[in-house]
């Protein structure tokens, strides 16, 4: 059932009509047999998989029902600390590194039942978009293989996008989650700031890093943030108010939901396809019974420039011990960090004082108007792999980088959620999607608005080929 959600499959487990050891068994051969095809994974943990999934069917069997995600297979991007299991951060700086502890997110996932398949391919240390990794190879896009899946998450993405697993934990620091998400037609939740635990986990940006899923549906993305939500006091980052479990019903009521939408940042220089997929979104929502509010957001660009700043600034932190064996590191993933070193720290201070201001006025002039922001995620599909420049169908040439990035960073900056989604099909074949970005713990209305979309067929049911499936 390589295309079964985790809510669906939760309910063939619980009647007893598949086990955790067949789905687990059938899971392991698809991700064998995609690997020469995707590249998603960097390690198969096939002995702890069984030895997990064999638990989970004892716990049926007891009557013990820990959550929906017990039994389910799932994966990690390799920045997730896992005792015993190589953690590479998708770099040689780290090839041998196999950690004596768990990441909080692992520990919770493994008490609630999951089965861990392995840990997925990255771009090197979580910077950069491509998922063109020196040292292990590229990722390939299961829509199209000669294109890029998007990243740094770009594993998480294949490997949901074509089925092998049910949901994978990935990681946010200036979209990427959501950039694979978008590239590869799955869901992509980046939560709220300090919401998930990063303890255990291989950073990026201090100040900008987010935690979070990527799964086949929203709900789905829910089922996982559910498990891994709330307090640990491992993590100086993690909030601190305890987290309750978000209950969202079948396609859920919209009435009165106040969208926000912006001419100013999310249309300028995006594919006029995309463009007239958003506009067809906030036409459905509104039908929905929602109301949409037109809101001048051209400062947004602002907080994206911030972002240039921020980041390079604490990634150049982040490897400074490891300057003894910086070669370690591909040429273009350090030149990245060793601009950072050229930040000024008067730049890096009031890149954070602008940050707070720019808090303040989102406040003001966005979340005192309306609930939640809608656009695209990306302004465009899927690039091919090498490309640094693509055409939009209208002819514009757009930079590859800043057409994936621009229209996800400021929401790093600002830390609120921002969940990525599948809105519809490019003529090209391959998916586009919505981005819906929330308050400060707003992951409830973000994902309801995602969840009627999916649950009322918007995007359509279209797959990627499985070519290594008889």
Request: charge should be neutral.
């Amino acid at each position: 059932m390589p295309f079964s959600t985790i809510t669906e499959t939760a309910a063939l487990l619980r009647q007893r009509k598949i086990s955790s050891r067949e789905l687990t068994a059938e899971a392991l051969r698809h991700a064998k047999a995609a690997q020469s095809h995707w590249n998603a994974f960097l390690t198969l943990t096939e002995e702890l998989a069984g030895a997990q999934a064999e638990a989970a069917d004892e716990a049926f069997s007891r009557g013990e029902d820990r959550s929906p995600l017990q039994g389910i297979p799932i994966a990690l991007k390799d920045l997730y600390f896992t005792k015993g299991i190589r953690t590479t951060g998708g770099s040689r700086l780290f090839g041998d590194f196999v950690p004596d502890f768990d990441s909080t997110v692992v520990a919770r996932l493994a008490q609630d039942g999951a089965v861990l398949m392995g840990k997925l391919g990255m771009h090197e240390l979580a910077f950069g978009i491509t998922n063109n990794n020196a040292h292990y190879g590229p990722v390939r896009n299961p829509w199209d293989p000669q294109r890029i899946p998007g990243g740094s998450s770009g594993g998480s993405g294949a490997a949901v996008a074509g089925g092998l697993v049910f949901a994978a934990m990935g990681s946010d620091t200036g979209g990427s989650i959501r950039i694979p998400a978008s590239y590869c037609g799955t869901a992509g939740l980046k939560p709220t700031y300090g919401l998930v635990s990063r303890h255990g986990t291989f950073p990026l940006g201090y100040s900008l890093d987010h935690m979070g899923p990527l799964a086949r549906t929203s709900r789905d993305c829910l089922h996982v943030l559910n498990a891994i939500a709330g307090p640990d006091a491992t993590d100086p980052y993690c909030r601190s108010q305890a987290y309750t479990p978000i209950d969202i019903p079948a396609q859920p009521s919209l009435a009165g939901l106040r969208i926000g939408w912006s001419e100013e940042f999310f249309f300028p220089g995006i594919d006029p396809e995309i463009r007239a997929m958003v506009e067809s979104a906030l036409r459905q929502y509104e039908q929905w019974g929602a109301r949409l509010v037109p809101l001048r957001l051209g400062w947004l660009d602002d907080v994206v420039a911030l972002s240039h700043v921020i980041l390079p600034a604490e990634a150049a932190s982040v490897v400074e011990p490891y300057q003894a064996d910086w070669d370690k590191i591909s040429p273009e993933v350090r030149a990245l960090f060793a601009g950072g070193k050229l930040v000024p720290a008067v730049d890096y201070l009031q890149a954070q004082r602008l940050r707070r201001i720019y808090r303040q006025r989102m406040q003001a002039e966005v979340w005192n108007q309306c609930d939640v922001l809608l656009g695209p995620t990306t302004a465009i599909t899927a690039p091919p792999i090498g490309a640094s420049t693509v055409t939009l169908s209208d002819g514009q040439p757009v930079e590859v980088r800043a057409a994936s990035t621009r229209l996800v960073r400021a929401f790093n900056v600002l830390g609120v959620p921002a969940h990525s989604f599948l809105g519809g099909f490019h003529t090209n074949q391959l998916p586009m999607s919505l981005q819906i970005i929330g308050p400060p713990l707003g992951e409830r209305l973000v994902l309801a608005a995602a969840i009627r979309w999916e649950e009322e067929g918007m995007a359509g049911s279209r797959r990627p080929p499985i070519p290594f499936v008889p």
